[in-house]
């Protein structure tokens, strides 16, 4: 798509800002201590896990047409402000969602929670799609045939190398195996929208090939690619963060994975790379086994040269226009990895969330507050916006703090100084 066509299709986007994934946050608990973890999870976490019930009474706000129940189990019943004939909420500029919500379970590690299954039956019986992010360890025969009991629709599973370099990465000298077992069993699963994630850094660089032939030959379909910034314990490895010439050779590694013949993605997930595309075609080479694999590279920031080499769309970040999420401590924001302590835009435990998704949300949907330090003179700007949200983190001295458990706080971002990465000039542009 041309570039003055995209703006045009970003800018009315923004201005319907539909509600299509939610994440939320269960749990902060997890098995493994991955270097990257931009939460800095544990095994026992300082916030206890949420709820399934507030979680639920939170998701029932948002209008759900296709649900064929009078009156969700949680006992919510939308405002008399709510125009059920026109779909309008209180804010008057959002009409009844055209794509079905998918609720994104992660963490933490979601499978931690010994009520999994019933949270993935109440998503479901509300009418919507619900996905899981997880680390594969727990990743069964038994829990598979729970999980999709439950209705699950999607999974994506992360894998960051082969063999002593992924359990480097993850902490675990039992994670590779464990992972690989989860995502051989996945594969398999014609029901279910399966990917797998792969964090790109020095170590796990040169094992692109050998990582590639190993997914394809467990039948995986789809391959996402991120790299790694610099927040939570990220900041305390430096062998986890590609230099500009190996961020150009990530770039044309995935380039030429997507040239191959053959390969016809279905841009279905127009809204984010970040999120597993719904039926994209693949190959078959007779063995039940894909004959090719689409390769993905995140929506993290604005390539340049690379745009719609390594992914099916133009960058388009779409935290806050298209993507919100409950937080362990029930905070309402956008993507999980966006700095909350700046970010978040209210609390369900005091708030309504979808009249917060409607009415708040403004510094996600107008982005000329980025337009400072690196980016104030980028001639970029129109097509970058200041790159991926979660590029915007306040150091721990900024004084940018934003109290979301108080009802009094206010955003602050005017000391946010510059993007923690600039992807286009990383690239080579």
């Known amino acids: 798509m ?17 509600l299509n994934y939610l994440f939320w946050e269960c749990t902060q608990r997890c098995n493994l201590s991955c270097r990257h973890c931009g939460s800095d999870c544990f095994t026992s976490a300082k916030d206890q896990d949420m709820p399934l019930e507030d979680f ?19 006992g919510y019943q939308q405002p008399e402000s709510f125009n059920q004939k026109s779909g309008r909420g209180k804010a008057g500029s959002q009409r009844f969602n055209t794509r079905r919500l998918t609720v994104v379970l992660t963490g933490g590690e979601p499978l931690l929670r010994p009520d999994i299954d019933r949270i993935g039956k109440e998503i479901h019986r509300r009418g919507h799609y619900w996905s899981m992010v997880s680390n594969g360890f727990f990743y069964t025969e038994e829990m598979h045939r729970r999980l999709m009991a439950a209705g699950m629709n999607a999974l994506t599973i992360s894998l960051d190398g082969i063999g002593e370099v992924h359990n480097w990465m993850r902490g675990n000298p039992k994670s590779y195996d464990n992972a690989i077992r989860a995502i051989s069993i996945a594969a398999k699963e014609r029901r279910l ?27 995986v379909k789809r391959w996402r690619i991120f790299t790694i910034i610099p927040i939570g314990r990220a900041t305390q490895e430096p062998d986890l963060h ?8 990530l770039m044309d590694f995935i380039a030429a994975k997507r040239s191959k013949p053959k390969h016809s993605p279905t841009p279905a997930n127009i809204h984010n790379t970040n999120i597993p595309a719904n039926d994209a075609k693949t190959g078959d080479n007779g063995s039940g086994r894909p004959a090719y694999m689409e390769v993905t590279f995140s929506c993290e920031g604005y390539l ?7 992914r099916p769309v133009r960058f388009f970040c779409h935290a806050g226009v298209n993507i919100a999420s409950v937080l362990i401590d029930g905070s309402i924001c956008a993507c999980p990895n966006i700095d909350r302590d700046v970010f978040s835009q209210g609390n369900i435990y005091r708030d309504n969330l979808y009249e917060v998704w409607e009415n708040k949300f403004q510094v996600f949907r107008n982005r000329n507050w980025a337009k400072k330090g ?33 009802p009094q706080s206010t ?11 600039c992807h286009y000039r990383r690239t080579g542009n």
């Not at 050998?210 to 039948?219: A, H, K, N, P, V």
């Not at 340049?304 to 390594?310: D, I, L, Q, S, T």
Request: net charge neutral.
């Open 242 to 249: 590609l230099s500009n010439q190996e961020m150009v050779q």
């Open 56 to 74: 639920l009474k939170a998701l029932d706000t948002i209008p759900n047409p296709g649900h064929s129940e009078k009156q969700p189990a949680s």
């Open 374 to 406: 690196t980016c104030s003179r980028c001639p970029q700007f129109k097509n970058c916006l200041g790159g991926g949200m979660h590029n915007w983190h306040a150091s721990p001295d900024s004084n940018t703090i934003n109290d979301h458990s108080s």
């Open 193 to 219: 929208d399966f990917d797998v994630v792969t964090c790109v850094n020095k170590r796990n660089l040169p094992q692109l090939e050998e990582i590639y032939s190993t997914l394809l030959s467990l039948g």
């Open 304 to 310: 340049g040269k690379y745009e719609e080499k390594v």
């Open 2 to 18: 041309l570039p003055f066509l995209f703006r045009r299709f970003r800018s009315l986007e923004t201005k319907v800002h539909e």
């Open 411 to 421: 955003l602050k971002i005017s000391e946010l100084k510059n993007p923690l990465s």
